[in-house]
């Protein structure tokens, strides 16, 4: 414990140095650095921040160090989280390389890709999208069409991709394909290619909030070298699931970080409805606020539980499709009691008339119905629990 309280006290100094003010406010969703080729800094100071975080490791605290990490216990990377909270430090990159990819990198990657992958994900030079739906295979992941054949120097991609997030803007994908078509699980294999290669289409989707997150990708005779193949050949399916663990794990935690700017139920209760010393005197009203915010907390400390437990061997089966399904059904919840709250003031759509703030309510809470949805319907989830948490029948 002493060693763990001298790495506190010693984030906690270097975030307090160098960390800008301007990087411990709120930040809009348009604000946030993926990185990638062309990468995109709206906020003056976050490519100063971003550019300190890599020195430090701090983009990828628990990667080891030789592919640009911190090389940081999971204790130690728990208290970074902490003390960046505490002082409301922006997160210095996102990506799914950051959050899918590269932890499946570390455990079914040879050393060359980890090598090759791996440092300059940790920089933030390559933008990932992930190519596991189709129009046909959503649910059932296991039915995918998408053909890889194998044409002796490399494979060759034919097939179409959906809902591939940020597809428009990504500068490579990782791809579930079909290398067996007798084999229903065993015949899919999982494969990295540049999405500038010649027979790449992206078509983004205009979502009902108004953006197009989402995309439609087809591939048509896309060649890829075989050194991109990850793991076996038809070995796919098992390094799908473990990579869904984690995509599982990260949307999870969306509903603290979703909506940018937009404060908590309770912020929003007493700004709306509270009097004014900000008390809410509707008692049910004040029930059910009081009630969303205990299960956040009570949600927040079962993760960091569940850390715990995982980095000393002893995590229970099935954490992160209960954490999935919790974690967005209380993140819809969320949106449901902040527009009952703000009541006219959060359906605006545009107009000089509604705050920053207020503009992202209704948007924000259109967006929120995607969560229970993409990783894996709460459904599938539920289906999950009970086969492997409860040990139901199928």
Known sequence: MDALETFRAETR????????????????????????????????????WLRLNIERGFTVPTWPKAYGGAGLTPAEAQILKEEMQRLQCRQPLFGFGISMLGPVLLTQGTAEQKARFLPPIA???IRWCQGYS?????????SLQTRAEDCGEHWRVNGQKIWTSYAHLADWIFCLVRTDPKNKHGGISFLLFD??????????????????????????????????????INGGWAIAKELLQHERGMISEIGRSI????????VIAQRYLGDEAGHIKDPVLRDTVTRHVMDDHAFALTLRRAAAESAAGAAAGGLSSMFK?????????????????????ALGWEGDEF????????????????????????????????????????
């Open 13 to 48: 100094d270097w975030l307090d140095t160098h960390c800008p003010a301007s990087m411990r406010t709120p930040m809009p969703e348009d604000e946030r650095v993926w990185g990638g080729r062309q990468p995109v800094f709206k906020h003056p100071d976050s490519e100063r």
């Open 195 to 232: 999405m500038a290669s010649p027979g790449v289409l992206v078509r983004p989707i205009k979502l009902i909030s108004g953006a197009s997150a989402f995309c439609e990708t087809f591939f048509t005779d896309v060649q890829v070298p075989k050194e991109n193949l990850v793991g076996a």
């Open 134 to 142: 189709e129009p046909g295979a959503g649910s059932d992941l296991a």
């Open 259 to 266: 909506g940018g700017t937009v404060p908590g139920v309770d």
């Open 325 to 345: 399904y919790y974690g967005t059904e209380q993140n819809k919840r969320k949106f449901e009691l902040i527009l009952k709250l703000a009541g006219q003031r």
């Open 123 to 125: 920089r933030g030079e």
């Open 355 to 394: 705050s920053d703030e207020e503009l992202l309510m209704c948007r924000t809470w259109l967006r929120s119905k995607g969560n229970s949805i993409e990783g894996g319907t709460s459904e599938i989830q539920l289906n999950v629990i009970a086969k492997r948490v409860l040990g139901l029948p199928d």
